[in-house]
């Protein structure tokens, strides 16, 4: 069964920093990664999809990378603002069932 | 485009209730899928579909009921709700369910007494 682990599952960083998210899986048999971000009280907005096929996607200060064989992928996000402030999701799609596997998220804090 | 909209946003029913949860796209996407979100579990998978007339079943089935009878709408019914099915609910969808991005919906926050 596929699990998603993600570290840390709280962060608080001071404007301007660079940060790293971690996801973890156990099945390294995936079509592809999804990063998500969810604002209290909302629905979750697509980030970055990698393909398996791919090492890394990027959009803006976002950067994440896949290393399938170690079933690991990270969310670097650049010049951390406020803004980003948020919980943060990894998903995985095995391929099977059409299901999304996703972890419990990171929460980051962005203290101006 | 509207994307994918849900209604209502908040709903509380007592057990043994029943009620729709409505989703609908705007997208022209053949997947669409429910989840629930429970804190401590993330997000699981109720039920899902490749296209109209075709459903089936993901991680949480029980008590839950869906049907696709357009494109556009992916209704999910409570039979008889139960406390157990207090939860945040997100539908999603998709042109794709194995490559493409997932857009999901605002969520609807049910409590059941």
């Known amino acids: 069964k596929q699990e998603v682990t993600q570290i840390p599952a709280a962060l608080s960083v001071p404007e301007g920093e660079n940060l790293v998210l971690n996801c973890s899986f156990t099945?390294?048999?995936?079509?592809?990664l999804q990063w998500f971000r969810q604002d209290p009280g909302k629905g979750l907005t697509s980030l970055l999809l990698i393909q398996s096929s791919q090492r890394e996607q990027t959009s803006g200060r976002l950067n994440a990378s896949l290393d399938k064989s170690s079933g690991r992928s990270t969310l670097y996000i650049a010049a951390s603002q406020p803004g980003d402030s948020a919980t943060y999701l990894c998903a995985v799609y095995k391929g099977s069932n059409y299901k999304l596997t996703f972890g419990k998220g990171t929460l980051l804090t962005v203290n101006p | 485009n509207a994307g994918v909209t849900q209604t209502p946003k908040f709903q509380v029913l007592k057990t043994g209730q029943s009620m729709t949860l409505q989703c609908a796209q705007d997208?022209?996407?053949?997947?669409m899928s429910w989840y629930r979100q429970d804190p401590g579990m993330g997000l699981r998978l109720i039920h899902y579909s490749v296209g109209a007339g075709i459903t089936d079943q993901g991680e949480v089935p029980n008590g839950y009921n869906v049907s696709r009878s357009t494109t556009e709408d992916f209704p999910l019914r409570l039979l008889s709700a139960a406390p157990s099915q207090t939860s945040v609910y997100f539908c999603a969808s998709a042109t794709s369910g194995s490559t493409d991005t997932q857009y999901f919906g605002p969520g609807t926050r049910l409590t059941v007494l």
């Open positions: 997208m022209n996407h053949e997947y």
């Open positions: 099945d390294s048999a995936i079509y592809n």
